[in-house]
């Protein structure tokens, strides 16, 4: 029972930055991990960004040094900062919570998604 709801999405010119971010509420307590992962028209959805709670951190190799995944605990929110976009850049960006009971069970819940388009 974990909700997510993702913001942030719009239209930029590339170079130019974008932060999304993603709430989290409902059964916050035993997420392990989060992330931001995308799809484009076409193509697979793929991994962009996780952070784990003692703020381990991993990045697809196309979007390392120009995205930074980061989390409020307070806020029960997850941001991604994206500068220097490019027009690979665009796509649905969905938000990722890893979810383990008491019995090391694990779940993964997925936001609604957010649209990021980049124009050249």
């Known amino acids: 029972q974990v909700q997510l709801v993702e913001s942030g999405g719009g239209l930029v010119q590339a170079g130019e930055s974008l932060r999304l971010s993603c709430a989290a509420s409902g059964n916050i307590f035993r997420i392990i991990a989060m992330g931001w992962y995308r799809q484009a028209p076409g193509k697979q959805r793929e991994l962009v960004a996780t952070?784990?709670?003692?703020?381990?951190?991993n990045y697809t190799d196309s979007v390392k040094g120009r995205f930074t995944i980061s989390r409020d605990n307070a806020k029960n929110t997850v941001y991604l900062q994206m500068n220097s976009l490019k027009p690979e850049d665009t796509a649905v960006y969905y938000c990722?919570?890893?979810?383990?009971?008491?019995?090391?069970?694990?779940?993964?819940?997925w936001g609604q998604g957010t649209q990021v388009t980049v124009s050249s």
């Open positions: 952070i784990t709670r003692s703020s381990t951190t």
């Open positions: 990722n919570a890893e979810h383990r009971n008491v019995w090391g069970a694990r779940r993964d819940y």
